[in-house]
């Protein structure tokens, strides 16, 4: 899971750009897939087994005497969709990459599909944490909130350490606010005696010229 982050995240490095921080969605997206897999499996088990023979001769008597055998179909398709949800949230896990650069946050996630987003560090308006819940702070996750200036905001759901996450931007977003700001005005050179003699002379020729 790491080397993956680390060979997509050095192969899109522009010159001079380093990797700050790395990290990735926590495991607990994994709960409801499971969850749903775990559900079907305990409906089936209340169904008991079905005698298809008996089924087939006498399909109304064969209910009658067990009525929750429906219950093995429908248990059946509630785990079948909890497998295919949980492949999904897998293979979310494995290839998702959250890296904050010294120029930008990258964003990436899929395997064959990629999806991809970025915002550059001076399109960085502030940070938070968008929520995190007793379980989340109890298991190190959260979901931080990168507002853009004059763009779109990067939603980071369910990253581990949110708050180490959210440093480091903020660390980002001060090194480009802090190389953006205005070079002092200079002050200008104090005049001397020499710059003075013109006028005076201008003065002494002007009033020469009235009389």
Same mark, same amino acid.
């Given at each position: 899971?790491?080397? /993956? =982050?680390?060979?997509?995240? /050095?192969?899109?490095?522009?010159?001079? /750009?380093? =990797?700050?921080?790395?990290?990735?969605?926590?495991?607990?997206?994994?709960?409801?897939?499971?969850?749903? =897999?775990?559900?079907?499996? !305990?409906?089936?088990?209340?169904?008991?087994? !079905?005698?298809?023979?008996?089924?087939?001769?006498?399909?109304? /008597?064969?209910?009658?005497?067990?009525?929750?055998?429906?219950?093995? @179909?429908?248990?059946?398709?509630?785990?079948?969709?909890?497998?295919?949800?949980?492949?999904? *949230?897998?293979?979310?896990?494995?290839?998702?990459? !959250?890296?904050v650069t010294s120029r930008r946050i990258i964003w990436k996630t899929g395997l064959i599909w990629r999806h991809t987003d970025e915002m550059q560090r001076m399109r960085i308006e502030g940070s938070g944490l968008a929520?995190?819940?007793?379980?989340?702070?109890?298991?190190?996750?959260?979901?931080? %909130?990168?507002?853009?200036?004059?763009?779109?905001?990067?939603?980071?759901?369910?990253?581990?350490?949110?708050? %180490?996450? *959210?440093?480091?931007?903020?660390?980002?977003?001060?090194?480009?606010?802090?190389?953006? *700001?205005?070079?002092?005005?200079?002050?200008?050179?104090?005049?001397?005696?020499?710059?003075? =003699? @013109?006028t005076l002379n201008s003065e002494i020729d002007d009033r020469s010229e009235d009389t």
């Open positions: 899971m790491a080397i /993956e =982050i680390i060979r997509y995240a /050095e192969k899109n490095l522009d010159p001079g /750009e380093k =990797i700050v921080y790395q990290t990735h969605i926590h495991w607990i997206v994994l709960i409801k897939p499971l969850l749903l =897999i775990a559900t079907g499996l !305990i409906v089936m088990s209340y169904s008991g087994p !079905i005698n298809w023979s008996a089924l087939k001769a006498s399909p109304v /008597e064969t209910f009658f005497s067990n009525p929750f055998m429906l219950l093995s @179909p429908a248990g059946a398709s509630v785990a079948l969709q909890g497998a295919l949800f949980l492949v999904k *949230r897998l293979l979310l896990v494995i290839t998702t990459e !959250i890296t929520g995190q819940s007793w379980l989340g702070q109890l298991l190190n996750y959260g979901t931080v %909130r990168v507002k853009g200036i004059s763009s779109h905001d990067l939603v980071l759901s369910h990253a581990i350490n949110p708050k %180490r996450l *959210r440093h480091f931007i903020a660390k980002l977003s001060a090194q480009a606010q802090g190389g953006t *700001r205005a070079a002092p005005r200079q002050k200008a050179p104090p005049k001397t005696k020499a710059n003075t =003699i @013109p």
